[in-house]
């Protein structure tokens, strides 16, 4: 052990110490007392320990051990290698002496351990899992394998990658790693793709007209000649495919296609080559504009719409869609003006289509309208659902309409095949079914496996927040047993006093056990007790749970997008609680507004509608005699929707003869299209991930730009204005489509898509010689040809530092303790001893012997 000291200028001011103390040494020192001369030595010894202390003294232990890490490359440019660089690392591993440590880690996008570092000798295992592997992160694998092991030993890492970074900066981070104990050494490994052709760009025009030809560019770059397919797609829909023959090199192919629909056209070139390194690397997309006359999308539930046929051909478009047909991309969704939902059940279409066309409407101003009946609205399971949201109408009916008593039990299997996704929209629906009842309302939740757990217990409904709470923290389990659940629930409800009582029975899976579900169901129903099932997946026992639904008066549900499970329990607890349907002729009552025109002859009778509550700032043009809207419209984002709540059929009772019908659906369809002024800004791209927006005109003060997906997801964005009327927005997405919504302080918008490439991970490249020569300079490291040297012995020293300055200035604060203690108590001089008895009678007279004198005098 020694003493080592890391600012040793601080020793300087030992010099002017040493002055000050020789001086009050020379003055005082002889004639001084030995309290003083105590005092004076404490005092010097306690400046001593400060002065010290600012040199950052430590007492320094060496050790013999140093530890070398290796660092994999596991991205994707490596796919293929794994196998050789295990070998190489297993062989160099087999030469480590006693004294070293040795680990090995993985990194791509993340840094995995797969050796942990010790003295034994292990060999990297034959089974490498890979998680993210779409980027290349060397900065970020650097300085988490200098920090993973012990800091005090002299550190090797070896670190095997081809150098060719996408992700951060291995050079910045070597300022961030500046150690006197740490070594790299590179061992460049070349990537083994020899026979990979990629798409380096894809071009179609920006905007076209129908039926205007278009010019195609590809441009491909193939490693050795190769025949390759090229084929063309339009909205995920092949067209036309071309054999071609790739050189080494470039390749660059022109075609030229007719614009054959109108709207935004998703186009994507792909190629198939046999033997291809990266399929990540085959397609690219592009997107065009073809402009036209408006698009509107009729969708369509259980029975034909009759929208279409009054609709006027010659000004718009019209398509016609299943429910079960609707697209789960955001740009098959754009290619429409208009959408309009016909008696649609949220069960029908998922979470990811709603939440699509959520931001279709509030991002890139689509228009959209939903018209009632009977498996519509509330009915239709859309209660909290993103068309909720974009509706001026809520799903909830207020206050208004009679509701009758209700028992509901909710019972949820919680297997282990149940685990995930499913589980939690399970999760999801019971709670979004607490949320819809009232106060008044009895709601129990039982979760089963083997046996049934009771989690919310039936009774009335007193703290909905609790409820749901409880609901939120199932976890899955173990097996499933059905009855015994089933029976429990039955039991709950059958002697409670209330107008409906129903049950919801959600399962994945088979029952262990064979029972009479038909007894149990029987005895139910003579107790007024109804029974729906819902069936997920494809391992259900449909055939059970279809036969008990149909026994137990209820409804049968058979899922295979768990996305609709919320909607199917809202469906049902709000046909259950609600009494929806307001089926009673009645004239509607009309208020100002842009169909005003249509009713100036008088106002037809109207049937049935379903309630519902006009939200706030809606607008509502025609009203029920109870003040329900039966149309309502708002803005909603750059788009427009209309809540029409009869139907388009019997509902609508005499407004099927009225002369303006086809004007009513017309003057809605216009009322959906944008209205909206747009502006061409432009969207460049500046680097991989960044881009430019920027008004040609220079006339925005401010743009507002959202990104979003195919999925209808938000991406992440990072904006800086760098001009007026032009900014840099930088994204992190996903290789496909995204599209720009952008809009100014003046209300003008425009919409636009791009595609962002595969990343730089899939391209052939040389290894980054210069990039790794650096690396290994500035840390003393070497570039290898080999791994034969790496357990050589490190150049550095290595030991633990045990700082002691804080125990220094502890001791000088003890010394200045006593220091002035001494001085406070033991520096005061002693009283004066008292006279003899003769001279004290010589003394003056004292005060009272004076007062005396002066009486007799």
Request: include cysteine; glycine fraction near 6%.
């Amino acid at each position: 052990m020694e003493m080592r000291i890391d600012n040793p200028i601080w020793l300087w001011f030992c010099l002017p110490a040493i002055l000050y103390f020789g001086l009050v040494a020379i003055q005082f020192w002889p004639k001084s007392s030995a309290l003083y001369r105590t005092v004076y030595c404490l005092r010097v010894a306690a400046v001593a320990l400060l002065i010290f202390a600012l040199t950052d003294p430590s007492l320094y232990r060496s050790e013999k051990q140093e530890q070398i890490i290796f660092l994999m490359d596991r991205s994707a440019s490596m796919a293929g290698l794994e196998t050789d660089m295990s070998t190489t690392i297993n062989a160099a591993l087999s030469e480590k002496e006693d004294h070293q440590l040795a680990g090995v880690y993985t990194f791509a996008e993340d840094f995995q351990s797969l050796v942990p570092i010790s003295k034994e000798r292990q060999t990297v295992p034959a089974d490498i899992s890979i998680n993210q592997n779409k980027h290349t992160n060397i900065a970020q694998a650097l300085e988490l394998a200098a920090n993973s092991g012990n800091k005090d030993l002299a550190t090797r890492i070896v670190l095997l990658t081809d150098g060719n970074e996408t992700q951060g900066s291995a050079i910045e981070s070597l300022e961030r790693l500046q150690s006197e104990r740490l070594q790299v050494d590179v061992f460049p490994v070349k990537q083994q793709a020899e026979n990979d052709a990629a798409i380096t760009r894809f071009e179609t025009p920006e905007s076209a007209f129908l039926g205007e030809a278009q010019a195609f560019s590809v441009s491909i770059h193939a490693e050795a000649d190769a025949a390759a397919r090229l084929i063309f797609s339009v909205n995920d829909q092949d067209f036309d495919q071309k054999e071609v023959s790739l050189s080494a090199g470039s390749n660059v192919f022109s075609y030229s296609y007719p614009a054959e629909e109108e709207g935004l056209a998703k186009y994507e070139a792909r190629i198939e080559v046999a033997e291809d390194a990266f399929l990540e690397n085959n397609r690219l997309a592009s997107i065009t504009d073809i402009g036209g006359t408006p698009e509107v999308l009729v969708v369509e539930g259980a029975e034909k719409s009759p929208i279409p046929a009054v609709l006027d051909r010659e000004r718009i478009n019209v398509s016609e869609m299943a429910a079960t047909q609707l697209p789960q991309n955001l740009s098959s969704i754009l290619g429409y003006d208009a959408v309009i939902f016909d008696n649609v059940p949220a069960t029908s279409i998922g979470e990811q289509q709603m939440a699509v066309i959520e931001q279709a409407v509030k991002q890139f101003g689509l228009g959209f309208m939903m018209v009632g009946g009977d498996q519509s609205y509330g009915l239709g399971g859309y209660f909290k659902t993103p068309i909720e949201q974009l509706l001026p109408v809520e799903m909830e009916v207020k206050g208004k309409h009679e509701l009758p008593s209700l028992g509901l039990v909710i019972v949820m299997d919680r297997s282990g095949s149940m685990a995930g996704g499913k589980m939690e929209l399970a999760k999801e629906a019971a709670a979004r079914s607490v949320e819809l009842l009232r106060s008044d309302d009895t709601v129990g939740v039982i979760a089963f496996d083997d046996r049934p757990w009771e989690i919310v217990p039936t009774e009335k409904l007193k703290d909905p927040k609790a409820a749901t709470d409880k609901i939120l923290s199932v976890a899955p389990g173990g097996g499933t047993e059905i009855y015994k659940s089933l029976e429990e629930a039955y039991k709950q409800l059958e002697d409670l006093e209330l107008q409906r009582k129903h049950i919801i029975l959600l399962t994945d899976g088979q029952s262990a056990t064979s029972n009479d579900y038909d007894a149990l169901i029987e005895a139910g129903i003579e107790n007024n007790v109804t029974l729906s099932t819902v069936s997920i997946g494809q391992d259900a026992d449909k055939g059970l749970l279809e036969g008990m639904a149909g026994s137990g008066n209820g409804r049968f549900y058979d899922v295979t997008d768990a996305t609709t499970i919320p909607a199917i329990l809202s469906r049902e607890t709000i046909m259950m609680s609600r009494t929806y349907i307001v089926d009673k002729p009645f004239y509607p009552t009309v208020y100002s507004s842009k169909w005003n025109p249509l009713f100036s002859d008088g106002i037809p009778q109207m049937n049935a509608y379903i309630a519902t509550t006009a939200k706030g700032t809606a607008s509502v043009a025609l009203e029920s005699e109870e003040e329900d809207p039966i149309l309502a419209t708002w803005n909603y984002g750059l788009g427009k929707t209309v809540a029409y709540t009869s139907g388009s059929g019997a509902w609508s009772g005499g407004f099927q003869t009225w002369k303006n019908w086809p004007a009513f659906w017309n003057r809605n369809v216009s009322e959906l299209l944008p209205a909206f002024e747009e502006v061409p800004f432009s969207v460049a791209k500046k680097a991989q991930g960044i881009y430019t927006v920027e008004d040609p005109s220079h006339s925005s003060a401010i743009l507002d730009i959202t990104v979003v997906d195919e999925k209808g997801d938000e991406v992440p964005i990072q904006t800086q204005p760098i001009a007026p009327g032009k900014v840099e927005v930088a994204l992190d997405a996903e290789p496909g489509l995204v599209f720009f919504s952008i809009s100014n302080e003046t209300g003008a918008a425009y919409k636009t898509g791009l595609a962002v490439p595969y990343g730089d991970e899939y391209r052939i490249d040389e290894p980054n010689m210069a990039m790794l020569t650096a690396i290994a300079e500035r840390t003393g490291g070497t570039v290898a040809d080999s791994l034969d040297e790496v357990f050589r012995n490190l150049p550095y020293e290595s030991g633990t530092k045990q700082p002691i300055r804080h125990n220094l200035l502890l001791f000088a604060m003890i010394l200045f303790f006593i220091d002035i203690t001494l001085r406070r108590f033991g520096l005061k001089l002693p009283k004066k001893p008292l006279k003899r008895a003769a001279e004290t009678e010589k003394s003056p007279r004292t005060v009272e012997q004076l007062i005396k004198a002066k009486k007799r005098s």
